[in-house]
């Protein structure tokens, strides 16, 4: 089981990311736009700058729904190697049975 605080750093890290999403797309539609004059897009960029570090999205690491544990993580299932293992072992995922031989 990870660290409580660990788990709720990565859910304030995953609000920040949600809060500022449209801000920071703007300032970058802003900065990436050639026809835009370059002081324009330097201020963007500076803006883009100012916002909080954890509400880039390159933050957010994905973690385990179960244990949070952050490494081994299976993307369709939301869960990481060990839970799944014991979850297909108590015979709880449907069609998933622990090979043995």
Not at 28 to 51: V, W
Not at 72 to 85: G, M, P, V
Request: glycine share 4%; net charge positive.
């Amino acid at each position: 089981m990870a660290k409580k605080s660990m788990i709720e750093r990565e859910k304030k890290r995953e609000r920040l990311v949600a809060k500022y999403a449209a801000k920071r797309a703007e300032l970058k539609e802003i900065a990436n736009d050639e026809s835009r004059p370059m002081e324009e897009r330097f201020k963007a960029r500076l803006n883009l700058a100012k916002l909080p570090r954890n509400s880039s999205p390159t933050r957010l690491h994905n973690r385990c729904q179960l244990t949070g544990r952050p490494h081994a993580y299976y993307r369709k299932l939301k869960l990481s190697r060990i839970a799944l293992r014991d979850l297909g072992s108590a015979g709880q995922i449907p069609g998933m049975v622990k090979s043995s031989w």
